[in-house]
């Protein structure tokens, strides 16, 4: 049975870090691609970061380019996303998703990703 768990989140003010991480069991994790998303009230969901499962091919959201950064320990069956200089705008659910297809380029990452984990709230405050 797949798990996925997100943790991390939580209230932060702007220009405030936080570290989410999704622990994951059930599928062989160092083979699947994994992605972070997040959706906010009112709007759809939006690909914040994903990495292919070697960690050597990743995406990034022009939203968030240079201020979060995803990575992964295969050891630890744990992705990582740490964001840096939070702003209002980045107040959503944050979701983890793995998949064992869906390809990672840097200029795309699809959200049909098979497995999600149940969200992490983050509020970032003005």
């Known amino acids: 049975q797949v798990h996925m768990v997100e943790s991390g989140g939580g209230l932060v003010t702007a220009g405030g870090s936080l570290r989410l991480s999704c622990t994951a069991s059930g599928f062989t994790f160092h083979a699947y691609n994994m992605g972070w998303f997040r959706q906010a009230p009112g709007k759809e969901r939006e690909g914040v970061s994903c990495i292919n499962w070697s960690g050597r091919s990743t995406y990034i959201a022009d939203s968030v380019r240079g201020r979060f950064t995803i990575s992964r320990d295969n050891a630890k069956n744990t992705l990582y996303l740490q964001m840096n200089n939070l702003k209002p705008e980045d107040t959503a659910m944050y979701y983890c998703?793995?998949?064992?297809?869906?390809?990672?380029?840097?200029?795309?990452?699809?959200?049909?990703?098979?497995?999600w984990g149940q969200g992490t709230q983050v509020t970032v405050s003005s």
């Open positions: 998703a793995a998949d064992a297809n869906i390809p990672v380029l840097a200029d795309r990452c699809d959200s049909n990703f098979r497995y």
